[in-house]
Structures are given as structure tokens and as C-alpha cells.
T-cell receptor, first 114, second 113 residues
Framework: NAGVTQTPKFQVLKTGQSMTLQCAQD?????MSWYRQDPGMGLRLIHY???????DQGEVPNGYNVSRSTTEDFPLRLLSAAPSQTSVYFC?????????????FGDGTRLSIL | AQSVTQLDSQVPVFEEAPVELRCNYS??????LFWYVQYPNQGLQLLLK??????LVKGINGFEAEFNKSQTSFHLRKPSVHISDTAEYFC???????????FGSGTQLTVLP
């Protein structure tokens, strides 16, 4: 069972570079989301999607773009990387529109911006 | 806005001792509560959840939590911990019409031999 798959696992970027973090799930989940995890701050929601073609902003969306062209994939784009975006990024998915269902998380992408 | 407070950032405990990880949430008419565990270099895994019904919730790996509405708490407990329980634990809430989880800042549990 693949679940939620994130690539790459590690990445180092220079300030100003752009990149896309990939997320794919094979559970046919409608809801997908991106979080960043920073020490002492828990997980903060960046963007989320309730289905293909629908995305919305979370708590900390600035500097990030998302799109949802298929149910399976939900890539996160950094347009111009900044050192403040050094973090661990997690993608998650859950089934349906019932919001109390637990989320399934990927193993994370550890991103360093120099 | 919802908020979740985990009162202890680090909890060291000896193997086979009991442990309690504390979590308080902001009050709401209806609330769903979750505990997740994160092992090193991995994503979060669901330990247990409270949606409704019995206030004592049992989860995986021998953990349990009690929903206390009057104290707005959802503390996680285990009567006897193992070295393998060393991990970071996150409390999260979902209330009312909110569609997104709100996470606490996490508690690092370290089990000592």
C-alpha cells in the first residue's frame, strides 16, 4: 500500500530558485493538503484542496502555489525560494467531505534554502 | 479561531513508567480531537481520535486519551512505556464548521532505559 508519496525526500536550494514538491496518493481521497513543520510550531497549513480543480489557502500560503488537475496529485510550488521557507513539508489526504476523518500523511520533504 | 495547547515540549520518562502528555483545546460547541505520533524522519500516524460517545478513547500501541469537556482537555496516557515509544506526539482539533485541523506544537517523548 503506497498511501501518500512525497518526492523528493531531501532538497537543497539557493535563494531565488524555484522548485516543485510532488505529492501523490492512491486512495482516491478527495481532500489533500500541504503543511510545513517548524520546531516548536507544530504543523501549519499552507494550502488545501477538496477535489480536482479546487484549491484554497491555509494559514501560511505566501510564497507557495498549488494546483489540483487530478484527484491523485497535489504539487506544491515554491516560486522564488527564501531562507524562511527552510522547513519540513508534509502532504496529507483524507477521504470524502466528512471532515472528522483522519488524515494520512506522507513521509515529508526536508527542504533547505541557502 | 481554534487553538490547541500542548503544555510540555519535552517529556523524559524511564522505560516501564507511566506517562501523560497534556493537551488543551479552545472550547467549541462541537469538537473532534486527535492524537498523532511522528517517529524520526517519518510522517504523522494517527494514534487515536475522539468524535463522540465514550470520553475514554483507546488507540494503538496501548495509548488512551480522555476527553474532558469541562476542562477542555484531551490528555494522552500510557501505563507503561517502551523505548520504541520515543517520538514526537501531536494533539489536533477540528471544531464546528471548520474543515481544517489545528495542531498543537508537539511534545517530544523520550523513553530512557
Amino acid at each position: 500500500n503506497a498511501g501518500v508519496t512525497q518526492t523528493p525526500k531531501f532538497q537543497v536550494l539557493k535563494t531565488g530558485q524555484s522548485m516543485t514538491l510532488q505529492c501523490a496518493q492512491d486512495m482516491n481521497h478527495e481532500y489533500m493538503s500541504w503543511y510545513r513543520q517548524d520546531p516548536g510550531m507544530g504543523l501549519r497549513l499552507i494550502h488545501y484542496s477538496v477535489g480536482a480543480g479546487i484549491t484554497d489557502q491555509g494559514e501560511v500560503p505566501n510564497g507557495y502555489n498549488v494546483s489540483r488537475s487530478t484527484t491523485e496529485d497535489f504539487p506544491l510550488r515554491l516560486l522564488s525560494a527564501a531562507p524562511s521557507q527552510t522547513s519540513v513539508y508534509f502532504c496529507a489526504s483524507r477521504s470524502g467531505t466528512v471532515s472528522n476523518q483522519p488524515q494520512h500523511f506522507g513521509d515529508g520533504t526536508r527542504l533547505s534554502i541557502l | 479561531a481554534q487553538s490547541v495547547t500542548q503544555l510540555d515540549s519535552q517529556v523524559p520518562v524511564f522505560e516501564e513508567a507511566p506517562v501523560e502528555l497534556r493537551c488543551n483545546y479552545s472550547s467549541s460547541v462541537s469538537v473532534y480531537l486527535f492524537w498523532y505520533v511522528q517517529y524520526p524522519n517519518q510522517g504523522l500516524q494517527l494514534l487515536l481520535k475522539y468524535l463522540s460517545g465514550s470520553t475514554l478513547v483507546k488507540g494503538i500501541n496501548g495509548f488512551e486519551a480522555e476527553f474532558n469537556k469541562s476542562q477542555t482537555s484531551f490528555h494522552l496516557r500510557k501505563p507503561s512505556v517502551h523505548i520504541s515509544d520515543t517520538a514526537e506526539y501531536f494533539c489536533a482539533s477540528l471544531s464546528g464548521s471548520a474543515r481544517q485541523l489545528t495542531f498543537g506544537s508537539g511534545t517530544q517523548l523520550t523513553v530512557l532505559p
